[in-house]
């Protein structure tokens, strides 16, 4: 069985297809700019690991601050959110006095009178601006000025600019009003002052 065994191998050994001994290998050379970084480096190695732990904690401290900026900063939004829209709830008039408003408007434009229609609702914006900001409000003012003045939130400025358009046309256009144009002063009021309920 021994000899067996060892006339295998030997038999196997005295194959040419099958590479037994590996030819010698040599090791990598290593880059001048490795050798010149691992000279550089070498002063520092025994404080390896205090450098290693403190960029650990200087990279957490970066996350934990950018997680803590970005919740202060929604909350913030948050706050300026609700904040703007308390003011516009201010601005809102009541719905049983908005209806009663577009009920009149909508007579005058259902008996054609769309110019009329769109006026009554812009005068009425205009006293609720005059109301709430007393001072904004001069004798010289085109309504296109009056809607980009600063200290209008928002809905409330893009509610007025929407109604003036059409009276603009108008007014300054020579230009009858169409129900669409009656529609689109319509759709803006009915936005801001009735907001979710208006149809």
Same mark, same amino acid.
């Given at each position: 069985?021994?000899?067996?065994?060892?006339?295998?191998?030997?038999? !196997?050994?005295?194959?040419?297809? %099958?590479?037994? $001994?590996?030819?010698?290998?040599?090791?990598? =050379?290593?880059?001048?700019?490795?050798?010149?970084?691992? *000279?550089?480096?070498?002063?520092?190695?025994?404080?390896? #690991? &205090?450098?290693? &732990?403190?960029?650990? %904690?200087?990279?957490?401290?970066?996350?934990?601050? !950018?997680?803590? @900026?970005?919740?202060?900063?929604?909350?913030?939004? /948050? $706050?300026?959110?609700?904040?703007? =829209?308390?003011?516009?709830?201010?601005?809102?008039?009541?719905? *049983?006095?908005?209806?009663?408003?577009?009920? =009149?408007? $909508?007579?005058?434009?259902?008996? #054609?009178?769309?110019? =009329?229609?769109?006026?009554? !609702?812009?005068?009425?914006?205009?006293?609720?601006?005059?109301?709430?900001?007393?001072?904004?409000?001069?004798?010289?003012?085109?309504?296109?000025?009056? /809607?980009?003045?600063? /200290?209008?939130?928002? %809905?409330?400025?893009?509610?007025? %600019?929407?109604?003036?358009?059409?009276?603009?046309? @108008?007014?300054?256009? /020579? *230009?009858?009003?169409?129900? @669409?144009?009656?529609?689109?002063?319509?759709?803006?009021?009915?936005?801001?002052?009735?907001? #979710? @309920?208006? *149809?």
């Amino acid at each position: 069985m021994t000899e067996s065994v060892a006339a295998a191998h030997a038999h !196997l050994r005295a194959r040419t297809d %099958i590479q037994f $001994d590996l030819p010698p290998t040599k090791p990598p =050379e290593i880059p001048p700019w490795l050798r010149w970084l691992g *000279k550089a480096l070498e002063p520092i190695a025994p404080y390896a #690991g &205090w450098i290693f &732990w403190t960029m650990v %904690i200087l990279g957490a401290a970066i996350i934990l601050w !950018l997680i803590v @900026s970005s919740l202060i900063r929604n909350r913030r939004q /948050g $706050d300026a959110e609700a904040t703007a =829209e308390q003011e516009v709830v201010a601005w809102r008039p009541e719905e *049983k006095v908005a209806r009663a408003l577009l009920a =009149e408007a $909508d007579a005058m434009a259902a008996a #054609g009178r769309y110019e =009329e229609a769109a006026r009554l !609702l812009l005068h009425r914006s205009l006293e609720d601006i005059a109301r709430n900001r007393p001072r904004l409000l001069r004798p010289a003012l085109t309504s296109r000025e009056i /809607g980009l003045a600063a /200290g209008l939130p928002q %809905i409330v400025r893009n509610a007025f %600019i929407a109604m003036a358009a059409p009276v603009e046309r @108008s007014l300054f256009g /020579g *230009k009858d009003l169409r129900r @669409s144009d009656w529609e689109e002063a319509r759709s803006a009021y009915g936005a801001f002052a009735l907001p #979710g @309920s208006w *149809k």
